[in-house]
């Protein structure tokens, strides 16, 4: 089992407390459509969707969902808290880096899921299959971590208190090549158990580097899902809007 299948069908439900979507998560989904200029009842690919908390919320408010992720945990998850309203929901397994769809695709949601990849040039590979699966100038939002603002807020150590697990978790940034590494030990009821989590950070250049090499063009930061402005030293997330092209 890789660091990720373990961090991600075991850690992450024991570190997170995973609520069914909340009023906030389908304002934010409402934003998403906004500033994608998504139209009216677009097919939308929630692209690591985890449990599932934005596309329930993209779904509430007009659109056809695809939620894949890599995670059968989560994805259970997001099967067993979907409300009635929004059965039409399609959930599915897959590889970020091959997506098992065709190009059919209005708007690719991808929210907090970049980055993580073992190897050089994975990003771009999944870039690349984003781009296959959307309609020619079919649209991209991205949330991303903002390695600038990371780099000056870094801290070696976290302590995260919830109700019932303690979890600590000891930082590594490899500033030079953007890499994160977590070694992450979460204390509950069933004992002590150790997790890894690994992932890629962007700054915003890079992010649209990558963007354009994969031939998507028009690429937009934001300091928010309603669109504020994006500043490299103050924002704490990237939040990037960018279309297909042939």
Known sequence: ??????????????????????????????????????????????????????????????????????????????????????????????????????????????????????????????????????????RLFMRNPNATWLHHHFEPRQDEHRDGPSIAIENTFDVERRWIDQRITIRDVDGVEKFRRRARIYTSGELETLLTAARFAGTVHYGNAEGAEFHEQDSGRIFTVCRAIE
């Not at 890599?70 to 880096?97: E, K, T």
């Open 1 to 138: 089992m890789t660091w990720r299948d373990r961090y991600f069908e075991v850690g992450y439900l024991k570190r997170w407390q995973l609520a069914a979507s909340s009023q906030a998560q389908v304002d934010e989904a409402e934003a998403f459509l906004v500033l994608t200029e998504a139209g009216h009842n677009p097919l939308i690919l929630d692209l690591g969707c985890g449990h599932g908390r934005y596309s329930v919320g993209l779904a509430r408010v007009g659109a056809r969902v695809v939620g894949l992720d890599g995670s059968r945990a989560l994805l259970q998850r997001a099967q067993s808290q979907m409300p009635d309203a929004v059965r039409s929901i399609v959930w599915l397994r897959g590889d970020l880096r091959s997506l098992p769809l065709r190009c059919a695709f209005d708007v690719v949601v991808m929210i907090d899921a970049f980055g993580y990849f073992d190897a050089e040039g994975e990003d771009a590979v999944c870039l690349g299959e984003i781009r296959r699966v959307l309609k020619p100038g079919g």
